[in-house]
């Protein structure tokens, strides 16, 4: 019986890790991963049914800020990371698709802040700033 | 009510605390009153980890309970969210299509795996065997990986199998992996199966359960499948496609800690098994109901009660659910096959014990807080 873990030691010489060496490389993120959110505000018609189904209630519909307020009069989703459980049902709901899941899952922070996400408008604001 | 425990006499006899916050005994305690190395009473000592579920549930619709119901127990959400869904098909008599049937019961499985991978590292590491639960959890992440590519979670699913069906399709090429993967269990259980002297002789004779205890006390699953009675809801009371696939029900006669730990392995096997004819049989179609293809927020839950059981890896897991036709559910009960095993039995079993065997005996009724406490 002792001698049976002798194969098995050769194996395990010559056999790569499970592990990876992280920051350098990791693992494949597959396709549908439910992460961060994306959300395109011009696609958004304002239904605040991800609203509505939210399990945790981490999404919230508020007014757009004062200054792109004329171009987007409606309320719109704001999203706190904080509480989202990423079941995606938003993803699923939203008849626009409007809200997409993202493969980001580099979420953590040390500023409360970052973790709730305003409605911005997602092209203007590269060109703007 | 615990801290009714009289003052240890002068002598031998202490009060000891095991957990809950000790590394191997998750949220939970046991409070012990030995003497010398014996263990004259053991109280359990619950309620680190509870979440009120049965009345979140309450205040939420079918698809957001599905969410919900992941949390049930950490080590096994999908086989949870099977409960809950069954429970809700049946209420509001919807018909689930056989191509999710089979999705169904291939996850659950797969997450039944998964939990007896944990359950072997944790009781390896209990019994001082650290290289077992090194190769349990390295194991582990191949399944881990395969939930990731089909429900888009590591651990948790979100209510993968939801009111309905199941909420995505296997992607492409999932088939395979899944193969793939089981080859791998395959190989761990060959490793396991390996007798390790340390944990046989930390195992053997240890915490022996009756059968007659064992129904007395209320334990379901392996631990009442190690102590000699064969009783399996899926032989039982065929849910899903239980009925149409061929697998054995493994009993053990000893009672103790090894027979558990032997049940454990040998269910990972025959899980194996169902998942591979799952596989071959795999019909083309539908995988949810069309009218819940979008996540349903305005539904009407009917007048009238049910009550659904499954096998879960850790036992019985039961939810009885009562609707008012409103779009939340008036009661939603749920019965973890924990509550029994983790208060009754331990105490039970840990009454007479040798200190160094309660780490042994804790962990070989393959106990999780999360469903006990809910």
């Known amino acids: 019986m002792k001698l049976r873990i002798i194969p098995k030691l050769f194996k395990n010489l010559f056999s790569k890790p499970m592990t990876v060496r992280f920051p350098h490389e990791s693992i494949p993120i597959p396709e549908g991963y439910r992460g961060e959110h994306a959300y395109d505000m011009d696609k958004c018609i304002s239904c605040g049914l991800c609203a509505k189904i939210c399990p945790n209630r981490a999404i919230e519909m508020i007014e757009a800020p004062e200054d792109i307020k004329d171009r987007y009069p409606k309320t719109y989703p704001k999203i706190d990371l904080g509480k989202c459980c990423f079941c995606g049902l938003c993803e699923d709901i939203c008849p626009k698709d409007s809200i997409e899941l993202t493969k980001n899952f580099f979420l953590s922070t040390f500023d409360p802040t970052n973790v709730i996400k305003y409605p911005t408008p997602k092209v203007e604001e590269q060109v703007n700033g | ?374």
């Open chain 2, 1 to 374: 009510m615990i801290d009714e425990m009289e003052p240890a006499p002068k002598g031998t006899d202490y009060d000891l605390y095991f957990g809950p916050a000790h590394p191997g005994s998750g949220n939970f305690g046991v409070k012990l009153k030995v003497a010398g190395e014996i263990v004259v009473s053991a109280r359990a000592d619950p309620g680190y980890l509870h979440r009120g579920f049965e009345k979140l549930m309450e205040y939420r619709t079918p698809i957001q309970n599905a969410v919900l119901s992941d949390r049930l127990c950490v080590l096994e959400p999908l086989n949870w969210n099977l409960v809950h869904a069954e429970a809700v098909d049946e209420l509001m008599d919807i018909d689930v299509p056989e191509r999710a049937k089979y999705i169904r019961v291939i996850m659950a499985e797969l997450s039944r795996i998964q939990s007896h991978i944990i359950w072997y590292g944790v009781f390896s590491l209990g019994t001082g065997f650290d290289t077992g639960f090194k190769m349990a959890f390295g194991y582990r992440d191949y399944i881990l990986d395969l939930f990731e590519l089909i429900t888009g979670g590591r651990v948790y699913p979100a209510g993968y199998i939801c009111p309905g069906g199941v909420r995505r399709d296997f992607p492409n090429g999932a088939r395979d992996k899944i193969l793939k993967v089981l080859d791998k269990m395959g190989e761990m259980i060959k490793l396991e199966e390996l007798e390790n002297p340390a944990l046989g002789a930390r195992a053997k004779g240890v915490g022996i359960l009756k059968v007659k205890d064992a129904i007395r006390l209320g334990a379901t699953g392996p631990v009442l499948r190690g102590s000699g009675m064969k009783t399996d809801v899926r032989k039982d009371e065929p849910y899903e496609i239980y009925d149409r696939l061929d697998f054995e029900v493994p009993v053990r006669k000893e009672g103790d800690a090894y027979a558990r730990y032997w049940i454990g392995i040998e269910e990972m096997k025959q899980s194996i098994k169902i998942i591979k004819q799952a596989l071959k049989e795999l019909p083309e179609g539908e995988v949810i109901d069309p009218s819940w293809k979008k996540p349903k927020l305005s539904v009407k839950i009917p007048k009238g009660e049910v009550y659904v059981r499954n096998e879960v890896a850790r036992g019985e897991a039961a939810v009885y659910m009562v609707g008012d036709g409103g779009s939340k559910p008036y009661r939603c009960k749920i019965r973890g096959p924990d509550f029994l095993h983790m208060i009754p039995v331990l105490e039970y079993l840990l009454k007479g014990a040798q200190i160094a065997d309660v780490p042994a005996i804790y962990w070989s009724l393959n106990i999780c807080p999360a469903d006990m406490d809910r």
